[in-house]
């Protein structure tokens, strides 16, 4: 039998993929390229309406099927419900992609010594408990019946190295702050432990961390952040999340887990 073609490892038509945080941002951009790729598209957010009208725009655009769900990724009877959902309407769930996460800071709160304990909750409950119960959800009720599927987790730069603060400087950012260094930093790492304990069930489980892209930042923020950045610029949305999620997604990575894939122009190269 000949080897597929590079076409074909990258198809992922009959997949169903859930993209959790679907309805906008990377999110968005990363549930159209599987879209693209031949996907159906399962996307939630918060707010119902949300979802479901980008889940419209994007099945518009790629005449693919793609519905919009509810939830909070926090609460974990939520996202129970998600999977039941998401399984009564596809019969399957192939791909898993925990992109939902938020960061609440202002200069008035971002800062270690003053950073509310509510905040922190927050942000971990979010950015790295949601991970773990989607994943939990989806591993039990779908893909170890199924012997197989993919999870790709969304981690960030801030989960692999410090942040440096001078990128904020003249500007009315609270920027980056500890509970969302620890949560992303978590996620990495359990990542490459929910990788290895999974390979027995045939799934792979890998981690994109990006840097910082470009969302109508000021003037002042995108030059301090780009002189750090080995290329020069923010990432681009609408563009450079596509080609990762695709790769890990499809069977053109199929000897690919638990590794830490970052796209940041080189921030954490040096």
């Not at 997949?15 to 309805?23: E, H, P, Q």
């Amino acid at each position: 039998m000949a080897a597929p073609t590079t076409q074909e490892l990258y198809n992922l038509t009959g997949k169903l993929a859930l993209v959790t945080g679907g309805a906008r941002g990377l999110g968005f951009d990363m549930a159209t390229a599987l879209a693209e790729a031949g996907a159906e598209i399962a996307i939630t957010s918060r707010t119902l309406e949300n979802a479901q009208t980008s889940a419209q725009r994007i099945s518009k655009d790629t005449d693919r099927r793609v519905k919009g769900f509810a939830c909070d990724v926090r609460d974990e009877e939520q996202v129970e419900k998600l999977i039941k959902d998401v399984l009564d309407s596809f019969g399957h769930i192939d791909i898993l992609v925990n992109n939902a996460g938020n960061v609440i800071s202002t200069p008035e709160n971002a800062a270690m010594e003053v950073r509310p304990l509510e905040q922190w909750n927050l942000t971990i409950d979010v950015n790295l408990t949601g991970v773990f119960l989607c994943s939990k959800h989806v591993v039990a009720k779908a893909m170890k019946p199924a012997n197989n599927g993919v999870i790709i987790n969304i981690g960030s730069a801030a989960g692999m190295v410090g942040k440096d603060r001078r990128h904020y400087r003249g500007t009315d950012m609270g920027g980056a702050t500890i509970d969302y260094h620890a949560a992303k930093g978590g996620v990495i790492s359990m990542t490459r432990d929910m990788a290895v304990y999974l390979t027995l069930y045939n799934i792979r489980v890998n981690c994109i961390s990006p840097g910082g892209f470009w969302r109508g930042h000021s003037e002042t923020f995108t030059k301090q952040y780009s002189y750090s950045v080995p290329m020069g610029r923010m990432g681009k949305d609408g563009k450079e999340m596509k080609g990762p999620v695709v790769f890990l997604a499809s069977e053109a990575s199929s000897y690919v887990t638990g590794i830490n894939l970052p796209v940041d122009g080189g921030l954490t190269a040096w």
